[in-house]
C-alpha cells in the first residue's frame, strides 16, 4: 500500500496545502518518511488524515467558483467501528460546502472495504447539497464496496454504479471529469 501515491498529475491546477479555504492548508508533507498507517500497513505518505483510522484522503481538485471538488480515497471506509462519515463530513465537507462547494466526485477505486453504521450523516450531507442544487457522485468503487453501500441502503444518497464505474479519470483534466460526471448525474436525476 506504501506504493500508492494520490494522483499527482493535476498539481498544475490545484494542491490544497496552498489553498487558504482547505481544510489541509498548510499542511506539510514529507516523501521518505511513512508514518500513517492502515491497521499494519503503511501508505504513502502524501495521503491526509482527516481523523478516521482507516480512510484517508486526498483533494485532487476544488473550483469554489463552480462549486465542485474531486476528492480521491485510500483504505478502509469503516462507520461501524470508526465513524468515518462522521469525520468526514465534520472536518472536511463541511468546510468546503461553507466556501460554496456542493458538488463532490468522490473517487473510490483505493477504497477496499465499507462497513455501515446508521445514515445520518449521510442523509445530512445529502440534505445540504440537495438544498444547494448538488449532488454527491462516487466512482470507480468496487464491485463488493458497491453492494455493500446498496445492501445498507445508503446508495440512494449518492449518485453510483454504471458509467460511473468505467470512467477513465486519469485521461481528463479537472473540468472535463466534472463536466462528464455532471452530464451523468442529471441524466439519473432527470430519470
Avoid at 31 to 51: A, M, V
Wanted: with cysteine; net charge negative; proline share 3%.
Amino acid at each position: 500500500m506504501h506504493d500508492i501515491e494520490p494522483y499527482y498529475n493535476w498539481r498544475g491546477y490545484y494542491v490544497a496545502s496552498e489553498d487558504p479555504y482547505s481544510p489541509f492548508f498548510e499542511r506539510e508533507y514529507s516523501e521518505f518518511e511513512f508514518t500513517s498507517k492502515i491497521y499494519n500497513y503503511y501508505i504513502h505518505p502524501q495521503w491526509d488524515s482527516f481523523g478516521s483510522q482507516t480512510l484517508f484522503m486526498k483533494i485532487l481538485y476544488c473550483h469554489y467558483e463552480q462549486g465542485f471538488a474531486v476528492i480521491e480515497f485510500i483504505g478502509e471506509w469503516n462507520d461501524l467501528l470508526y465513524n468515518d462519515i462522521m469525520f468526514l463530513k465534520r472536518e472536511v465537507i463541511e468546510t468546503m460546502m461553507d466556501q460554496g462547494v456542493s458538488k463532490f466526485i468522490l473517487i473510490g477505486e483505493n477504497v477496499l472495504n465499507f462497513h455501515f453504521s446508521d445514515d445520518s450523516y449521510y442523509e445530512e450531507w445529502f440534505e445540504d447539497v440537495n438544498d444547494r442544487d448538488g449532488w454527491i457522485a462516487l466512482m470507480n468503487i468496487r464491485d463488493h464496496v458497491q453492494e455493500d453501500i446498496s445492501s445498507a441502503n445508503i446508495d440512494s444518497y449518492f449518485v453510483l454504479g454504471g458509467k460511473l464505474n468505467e470512467m477513465k479519470w486519469r485521461t481528463m483534466n479537472p473540468d472535463q471529469l466534472f463536466e462528464s460526471v455532471e452530464r451523468h448525474v442529471m441524466r439519473r436525476l432527470a430519470m
